[in-house]
């Protein structure tokens, strides 16, 4: 029993490991041919983490709770450790698949709304703050006719990655 409760805390200190020091004993074996890619998938190390500790604590229940000997014990703990691994392997590659929404590019500001915060010239340039993915973003701002300070204006184009033209808001 004393084996299987071993292998069991070996699985969760490997897989402590594989979290803390994220990447980097995946990173040891970059550049070897033969091995580039194996600790990505069904081989990664929270996938063996997971086999090899289920493995060792399936095993002493059995061990501990049963009449049966180690075989029996052995043969039990590997189908819990493979099952721990697919569920491993499984949710690790739903959290992977997870993808954030794109991030927002200056053309996503055609548009949208804002207020001048430095008053625009006509043909001049002033600032604007205008909301960005729900952050406000400050702009220089260009307008073919003169736009008063505080004055609610909408996006008309993209002059550079600083700078926009608006119009101001008819009321």
Partial sequence: MTFFLGLGIAGIVLLVLALVFD???EGLFDGVG???????????LPVIAGFISMLGFAGAIVLGTTGLGAGPATAVGVGAGAGAGLLTWRFSRALMRDELGAAPRSEDLVGSSGSVVTAIPADGYGEVLVYL??????????????????AEIWVEGIL????????QVER
């Fill in 34 to 44: 033969v091995l580039d890619g194996l600790f990505d998938g069904l081989l990664s």
């Fill in 133 to 150: 993915a729900g952050q406000p973003v400050k702009y220089a701002a260009k307008s073919t006719v003169p736009i008063p300070r505080g």
């Fill in 23 to 25: 990447g980097v004993l």
């Fill in 160 to 167: 550079s990655t600083t700078s926009v033209t608006v119009r």
